[in-house]
């Protein structure tokens, strides 16, 4: 497992990164995710060969923000 951090924008409240985190948790290959409002970003920790960045930013997008 690795952990890696990306920026997120568009997040503009707690229910936000609710829905994120569980997006990403319900993500094969990711076994948690972190998300915080200040600073916007997702800590997420992930098996890097069945959950690529690719992926990540992916779910990200289909959750409604946009990863940086
Ligand atoms: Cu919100």
Known sequence: ME??????EGMTCQGCVNSLTRAL??????QSAMVALAPPQASIEH??????LEVLRTVIADA?????
């Not at 952990?3 to 997120?8: K, L, Y």
């Not at 948790?25 to 990711?30: D, F, H, I, L, S």
């Open 25 to 30: 948790e319900a993500t094969p290959g990711v």
């Open 47 to 52: 098996d890097p060969a069945s959950a690529p």
């Open 3 to 8: 952990t890696i951090r990306i920026a997120v």
């Open 64 to 68: 409604g923000f946009e990863a940086r």
